[in-house]
């Protein structure tokens, strides 16, 4: 059974950093394309940092230059490191994976950028 479990989110103010990790069980991160998604209050979910099974990344414009996806595959574990945080960067981050067709999700965890 595919498990993911996020954390290492919370409040920050404008222009702090956080990192959230993405504990993985019953899938290899370092085989399989790993997401991190976010959705905001009253939006959309939005893909925000891909980092694909050979270790390629993908980001959206507007996290360019400021995330960053990684995984340690000793850990199993996927991580997005979040700079020059923006208040418009809060919102609930959840972890996304798909394997055999199957699509799965951790429980997200809140990010607030507030002074």
């Known amino acids: 059974q595919v498990q993911l479990a996020e954390s290492g989110g919370g409040l920050v103010q404008p222009g702090g950093s956080l990192r959230l990790s993405c504990a993985a069980s019953?899938?290899?991160?370092?085989?399989?394309?790993m997401n991190w998604y976010r959705q905001a209050p009253g939006k959309q979910r939005e893909l925000v940092a891909r980092?694909?099974?050979?270790?390629?990344?993908n980001y959206a414009d507007s996290v360019k230059g400021r995330f960053t996806i990684s995984r340690d595959n000793a850990k199993n574990t996927v991580y997005l490191q979040m700079n020059s945080l923006k208040p418009e960067d809060t919102a609930v981050y959840s972890c996304?994976?798909?394997?055999?067709?199957?699509?799965?999700w951790g429980q997200g965890t809140l990010v607030t950028v507030s002074e």
């Open positions: 019953g899938i290899i991160v370092g085989i399989n394309a």
């Open positions: 996304n994976t798909i394997r055999r067709g199957f699509e799965y």
């Open positions: 980092i694909s099974s050979s270790g390629s990344t």
